[in-house]
């Protein structure tokens, strides 16, 4: 029986990027002890007040179908928190709930392109984004970024591609390179938009992990809020990954059709899910702030270690939980990097490949263990690169 296409060709050449991850995987599942920095899975599990209110929920009987669109007091909670954060007037018509960034990422793209509709990507990108665009039947079109401009892209370069496409997906802070965008190049991306009628999808998943500059929503420039859709997660900010709830904000108009798509689709996201993820955001910044702490400490480990080599480069990390680094001195792509640090040493990395063109000749490492464990990889990774390097360094 015959496959539809479009379902086919989520993964058109048969990798979606994942594949040392998963070769990790097999290796821990047979026994052999890996030290995964690969995917961006917090080491602290979800904190217990969080499963207190999730259970109370539960067993106080919020388990059936709860509200579409989302419980009130959650979207009203998630409007009142843009609307501080942003200063762009936010109301609870303006907040779709959804089960997690990823859905929303899918939901947002399926509300703007219409199939075989061009929907434009910065590269290097979080590597389920042109298999989402797919999957609603848009092509992905890559803009390349540039490791020299620390991967903040060039409006000159999307204006270039711009032409005819219906959509514009952005993600600051960014996974994987941890670029904040400056206010510079969001004024730029805000102008293409504008000026080729563009909708802009803001990824925003990382909005609470920023180390260096500050996070400025698009959503809040000149002319932006009725063009761009913002895709938000429980998932990073409150160590909530397997929770699966996010949301997206946007136009009165939009959140009211992308309802529609998901009383189609996922019927919503369980209420006791929905009253545990409003009781973590009641809990307020300080709850936040100590779940994006390791990760601000383990960039200052990763600084301090690359900073005294030559082999391994590093990209500015500004926010996220990601390191990115520059392996182009061994010579080796970043996928034959990973591959062989992952045989030899047991130390799993993502390829700079896994995320695009742009991102080649690098390796990102998730900031997700112990800091004394993620320093001594690094060690590791730096020693393992300096053996490799085709000039010797120091
Ligand atoms: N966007 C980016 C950039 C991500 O890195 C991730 C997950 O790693 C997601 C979206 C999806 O997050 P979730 O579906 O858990 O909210």
Same mark, same amino acid.
Do not use: C, K, Q, W
């Given at each position: 029986m015959k496959l539809s296409h479009r379902i086919t060709h989520i993964n058109p050449d048969g990798s979606d990027g994942w594949e040392v991850f998963e070769k990790a995987r097999r290796m821990i599942a047979s026994g052999i002890s890996v030290t995964e920095l690969t995917i961006g899975e917090h080491d602290v599990r979800t /904190?217990?007040?969080?499963? /207190?209110?999730?259970? %109370?929920?539960?067993? @106080? @009987?919020?388990? %059936?179908?709860?509200?579409?669109? @989302?419980i009130p007091a959650l979207r009203d909670a998630i409007a009142a928190r843009v609307?501080?954060?942003?200063?762009?007037?936010?109301?609870?018509?303006?907040?779709?709930i959804t089960p997690g960034g990823q859905a929303a990422l899918f939901a947002t793209h399926t509300a703007v392109c219409n199939p075989? /509709?061009?929907?434009?990507?910065?590269d290097p990108y979080y590597a389920t984004y042109p298999g989402t665009i797919r999957a609603t039947a848009a092509t992905p079109v890559a803009i390349p970024t540039h490791a020299e401009d620390g991967f903040q892209p060039r409006a000159e370069d999307i204006a270039a591609l711009a032409k005819g496409a219906r959509s514009l997906l952005i993600n600051s802070p960014n996974n994987p390179t941890g670029a904040v965008y400056s206010r510079e190049t969001l004024d730029g991306i805000a102008k293409v938009c504008i000026e080729n009628d563009l909708w802009l999808i803001s990824d925003e998943v990382y909005d609470s992990q920023v180390w260096s500059g500050d996070h400025l929503s698009p959503r809040a420039l000149p002319g932006m809020a009725e063009r761009t859709l913002v895709v938000g997660s429980m998932s990073k900010s409150h160590a909530m990954t397997g929770s699966r709830c996010g949301w997206i904000i946007g136009p009165e108009e939009v959140i009211s059709h992308l309802a529609d798509l998901s009383v189609a689709t996922t019927y919503g996201v369980p209420g006791f899910i929905q009253d545990a993820s409003l009781f973590a955001l009641n809990a307020g910044q300080e709850l936040e702030?100590?779940?994006?702490?390791p990760f601000r400490r383990r960039r200052a480990i990763a600084q301090e270690i690359v900073g005294r080599q030559q082999a391994v480069g590093m990209i500015p990390a500004e926010g996220a939980m990601y390191v990115m680094l520059d392996i182009r001195a061994t010579g080796m792509t @970043?996928?034959?990097?990973?591959?062989?640090?992952? /045989?030899?040493h047991h130390i799993a990395v993502m390829p700079g490949e896994s995320f695009g063109r742009s991102a080649a000749g690098h390796v990102r490492v998730a900031m997700t263990i112990e800091d004394t464990a993620f320093g001594a990889a690094l060690e590791r990774l730096c020693e393992f690169a300096a053996e490799r390097?085709?000039?010797?360094?120091?």
């Open positions: /904190d217990r007040s969080i499963l /207190d209110a999730m259970h %109370g929920a539960a067993t @106080g @009987g919020h388990t %059936g179908y709860a509200s579409v669109p @989302g609307t501080e954060r942003t200063g762009v007037p936010t109301r609870r018509e303006n907040v779709l075989g /509709d061009t929907a434009l990507m910065i702030t100590r779940i994006a702490e @970043g996928e034959e990097f990973a591959h062989a640090l992952l /045989d030899t390097a085709e000039v010797p360094v120091a």
